[in-house]
């Protein structure tokens, strides 16, 4: 089946340490994105790319670092400079059509230790 | 700056019951709004995508309308059922979006109780 998987569920991360967030999609989309959810908030859009080897930031992209060197993959990187970490962590990808909605996986939910 | 309220907050109904949800939207230059739904510590299902030249859109017991004018969409659930128990979010996509990037409101908590 076509989806997108995220992993892990559940990341802790210690004082000054990266981590890393993966999100592969097998559904052939261009287009990746990567959200953050707070409590009792909507999603807010952290890093975005249209296509392989291109990126952009979203409104919330401080702290936080990506990479696309392949369609199926756009991994995040949570660093030492997030202060907030806190929260749970979508992916969600779709075509560059601009009339098809979003799809979405499962989330990570990234707590500090 | 695009912003998108949902009223209310939470909602809860007994079974059986016809609902509304409410969703608006501070710019009306917008390409299109969807609907999503998300159960607790899952991702977003795609519900309805209405298009900007759209005026409602149907999946069998929910009807999705859009009021660009006003800046207001409303999602309306038939029947309700429990299962239909989850947090529903709206989401506009600004005109020119090139990016396909969307704004999420904060969503409505519905309970449907047996």
């Known amino acids: 089946d076509g989806g997108i998987t995220q992993s892990p569920k559940y990341l802790f991360r210690k004082e000054g340490q990266n981590v890393t967030l993966s999100c592969e999609q097998n559904?052939?989309?261009?287009?990746m994105y990567w959200y953050r959810q707070d409590p009792g908030q909507g999603l807010r859009l952290i890093y975005y790319?249209?296509?392989?080897?291109?990126?952009q930031k979203g409104d919330i992209a401080e702290g936080y670092s990506v990479s696309r060197e392949k369609k199926e993959s756009f991994p995040l990187t949570v660093t030492s400079a997030q202060k907030n970490p806190t929260a749970f962590y979508l992916c969600?990808?779709?075509?560059?059509?601009?009339?098809?909605?979003?799809?979405f996986g499962d989330g990570t939910r990234l707590s500090i230790l | 700056k695009q912003e998108v309220t949902q009223i209310p907050a939470a909602l809860s109904v007994p079974e059986g019951e016809n609902l509304v949800l409410n969703c608006s939207f501070t710019?009306?230059?917008?390409?299109?709004l969807q609907w999503f739904r998300q159960d607790p510590g899952k991702g977003l299902t795609s519900l309805l995508l209405i298009q900007s030249s759209q005026r409602e859109q149907t999946s069998g017991r929910l009807n999705a309308s859009l009021d660009k004018s006003s800046g207001r969409s409303t999602l309306y659930i038939a029947a309700s059922q429990p299962g239909d128990s989850a947090t529903y979010l709206c989401?506009?996509?600004?005109?020119?979006?090139?990016?396909?990037?969307?704004?999420f409101g904060t969503g409505t908590l519905l309970a449907v109780q047996p």
């Open positions: 989401a506009v996509m600004d005109y020119g979006g090139a990016t396909n990037k969307l704004i």
């Open positions: 969600a990808s779709t075509t560059r059509v601009l009339d098809q909605p979003q799809h």
């Open positions: 559904l052939n989309h261009d287009a």
């Open positions: 710019d009306s230059a917008i390409y299109n």
């Open positions: 790319s249209q296509i392989v080897n291109d990126f």
